[in-house]
Each structure stands twice: as structure tokens, then as C-alpha cells.
């Protein structure tokens, strides 16, 4: 986050922060780094950021979208992303959901199950619509992250079981007002060794050699998102390393000729450009610690409390003082009443004093979005600067 401090002093607290410079630049190195591949498209995971400005500075762009959701569905073209260029992901979309995308046109349908297929096919059939579907098969390829945001394994419940992907393919090519356009992967979220994606890549390559068996050829791949961002250098790495990972596809996917490939991309986008802005209210002298006690806490940030995540801290009141250089340990703590609401243990800051700004760093994605009302908490305030 490069703002500039001083335009933080003022600002209510508990607050999201946003950098729009940063995130412009983010686009523009995704899209640097695409430039020579027309049929690559990145899709942006909404349930990463919803905040309707950021969506349409997304838009404006010309990304596509990834949604989980009817909501998101109706975010989404309110921001101006074509319906065209929506996938709508989920293991249980609902009826009223799905007549929502049918409504809209949307690009794709990734479905889950046979049985989801089979009510889309209804569904569209109802209201004469055609289904473009591309199947979310379940890699079975283990990644390497927190067991609550792996989703490629057999046991997780996501996607059809690659054995029964070909009978899966034969019965949408079947069923009334659907077009089977492709197939669809996800292996996880804040994903850092690209051997991960490499290992989708070869999965996905077994998988092409036997549609090519039975003569069946799709036209689009989606590999889902996935890329990580460091939570620990946010200003050392402000922007992720898009070009080793889209090099990743292009050395090891093996697409056919004519072949769309889909990126859905969320936390890669927007995680750096977010910051938690929060006010320290009281500093907790005990025999055993010290606590700062802050304004904010998991109703506006879980990620530590449900991922065990560690968000960078940096106290701005406490580099303005001068105050820089004297270190101190505190364990860092939300108001919920909840023992889980712990930002940080032992973790070293300046001299911190009540009324001190703090920062919880590289909460662009799943901060706001998963923020919630506990306590009857009024949601926080967004400032996109
Ligand atoms: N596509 C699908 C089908 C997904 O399920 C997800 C994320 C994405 C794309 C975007 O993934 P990304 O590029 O952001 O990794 N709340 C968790 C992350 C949950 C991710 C869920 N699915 C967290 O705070 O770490």
C-alpha cells in the first residue's frame, strides 16, 4: 500500500482501505503479461472483493468474472461486466439462481454434479433458454495450503470425479438446452509453488489424451484461481508474480487448436491494494502480556482466526511520533468476545499507545467479504483512495 499516511489521520475506524493506483497496476501487469495470447481470459473471483467501484475498475478493464452466486451474478453486471464473460460456479446453485444466469446469458455454467446438470437442462428447458456448461472435474491433485481452501482432492466436495468425466460429457451432450463448452478445474487459494499448477496442468493433459480417444474436443479450459500473494513482504511484493505463473500454463498445458483457456483469478487481483485500517484502543498491561486491544477485530477480519493467516501490522501513529525503533511484544487482539479474536501473538511493534492507527496489511481479498455483523456490529467503512 502506497498511500500516502497522513491522508489516513481522519478516517473513522474500523475502515477498508484501497489503493486504486496499486490495483491499476496489478491489472496492467496481468494483462501485460496475457497481451500475446488472445485466447487466454481471466475471469475476476468476486467473492474475493465485491466492493461495486472496485468491480467496475475491473470491468473497465476488460476482464471477464468468475461468481458463486445469484447476488454475485447481479454485482457483476451491475459493474459492466458482459454477461458473456461470466462463470458461475458452486455445488449448490438454487433454482432461482440458476434461472437468474439463464436470464442473463452468461458465458458458462461450471457444474458440480450430474444432478445439477440435469436441473439446469430443466430449468433452461422451462424457459427455452440453451445452458452453456463446462464441467468442474475434481482433479484429485493435492496443493500445498491451509486444509480449509484446498479443493482439488477426491475427498473435498467439489466437481465431478475425473473417471466420470466422459459418461458426465456424453449425458450434457444428451440432455435438452445444454451445450457442454468445456471443462473446469480448481485446485485451491494461496497457491505459491507453482509445481501446484504444473501438477493441474499434466492432470489436465491425461485428461485431453482421453477426450481425444473417444474424438471428443471442448473449446474451452478453465483452471480456476489459486495464485497466492506474500503476506509477509506486502511492500517488497506489492504485485504477484503473474509471469511465472501464467509461463506455468503456457510450458506445461498441452491446449488443441482453438482452445479458450480461463483464468478466475481473485486474491492475486486485489489482496495487496487492501489494507485494515484500525484504531488501538486500549494497551492491556498483564503478569503474563501485553495486549493491544484494537477497534477492529474478526468481524472484520477472520482470516486469522478461521485460517490461522498472518496479516503484516504497521502502527503509522508510532513511525510519525518517532517511535519507530522501540520494539515491544504484544499480542494483538480484537473487542469480540471470542478468544479466537487474535490478530497476532507475540508479534513486535513500536511503542504502541491508545488512539495509535494501525494497519492490517494485504486485506483486499476476503477481508470485506467476509466480514460479518457478530456482536451487532454495524459492517466497516470502505475508503478507496
Ligand atoms: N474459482 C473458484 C472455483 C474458487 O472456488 C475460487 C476461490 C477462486 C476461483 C478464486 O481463488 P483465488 O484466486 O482467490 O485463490 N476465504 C479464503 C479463500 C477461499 C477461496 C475460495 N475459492 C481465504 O481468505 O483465504
Redesign the pocket.
Known amino acids: 500500500m502506497r498511500i500516502d499516511t497522513t491522508q489516513l489521520a481522519g478516517l473513522p475506524t474500523p475502515a477498508y482501505v484501497y489503493d486504486k493506483a496499486l490495483l491499476s497496476e496489478t491489472l496492467a501487469a496481468i494483462k501485460a503479461e496475457i497481451r500475446d495470447n488472445a485466447n487466454y481470459h481471466v475471469h475476476y ?1 468476486i ?2 472483493n465485491d466492493n461495486p467501484d472496485i468491480l467496475a475498475a475491473i470491468a473497465r478493464e476488460g476482464f471477464g468474472a ?1 461468481c ?1 452466486s445469484g447476488g454475485e451474478i447481479s454485482a457483476a453486471l451491475a459493474a459492466g461486466f458482459p454477461a458473456s464473460e461470466i462463470a458461475y ?1 458452486g455445488v449448490g446453485k438454487a433454482d432461482w439462481e440458476i434461472r437468474l444466469a439463464l436470464d442473463a446469458g452468461i458465458g458458462m455454467f461450471n457444474v458440480e454434479s450430474r444432478e445439477e446438470l440435469e436441473v439446469i437442462s430443466q430449468l433452461a428447458t422451462e424457459t427455452q433458454t440453451e445452458a452453456r456448461v463446462s464441467l468442474r472435474i475434481n482433479p484429485d491433485v493435492k496443493a500445498d495450503t491451509h486444509a480449509h ?1 484446498t ?1 482439488g482432492r477426491a475427498e473435498n466436495k467439489f466437481g465431478i470425479a475425473y473417471e466420470e468425466m466422459i459418461p458426465t460429457i456424453r449425458l450434457a451432450c444428451q440432455l435438452p438446452n445444454i451445450t457442454c463448452v468445456g471443462l473446469h478445474f ?1 485446485i485451491g ?2 497457491l505459491l509453488d507453482m509445481r501446484d499448477f504444473e501438477n493441474l496442468c499434466l492432470r489436465i493433459n491425461e485428461l485431453q489424451d482421453l477426450l481425444d480417444e473417444q474424438s471428443i474436443c471442448l473449446g474451452n479450459i478453465d483452471v ?4 497466492g500473494v506474500s503476506y509477509t513482504d506486502p511492500d517488497g511484493q506489492p504485485i504477484p508474480d503473474f509471469a511465472s505463473y501464467f509461463a506455468t500454463f503456457r510450458n506445461h498445458l498441452r491446449l488443441r487448436p482453438g482452445q479458450q483457456l480461463h483464468f ?5 487481483v486485489v489482496a495487496q491494494m487492501g489494507s485494515l485500517l484500525t484504531r488501538v484502543l486500549y494497551v492491556k498491561h498483564t503478569a503474563a502480556k501485553d495486549f493491544v486491544i484494537l477497534d477492529a477485530g474478526m468481524t472484520e477480519l477472520i ?1 486469522p482466526a478461521l ?1 490461522g ?1 498472518l496479516h503484516k501490522i504497521d502502527n503509522i501513529s508510532a513511525a510519525e511520533r518517532g517511535d519507530a525503533d522501540q520494539r515491544h511484544s504484544y499480542d494483538v487482539v480484537g473487542p469480540i468476545c471470542e478468544s479466537s479474536d487474535v490478530f497476532a501473538r507475540d508479534y513486535i511493534l513500536p511503542r504502541t499507545e491508545r488512539g495509535d492507527l494501525l494497519m492490517l496489511r494485504s486485506a483486499g ?2 477481508g470485506q467479504t ?1 466480514a460479518s455483523t457478530y456482536n451487532h456490529r454495524p459492517l466497516p467503512h470502505t475508503f478507496i483512495l
Open positions: 473471483a467473492k474475493a468468475d458463486v460456479a481452501i479443493t480448481h487459494s494461496q480456476g484461481g489459486g495464485l478466475e483469478l481473485g486474491r492475486a482470516r485460517y493467516a481479498a476476503y467476509m
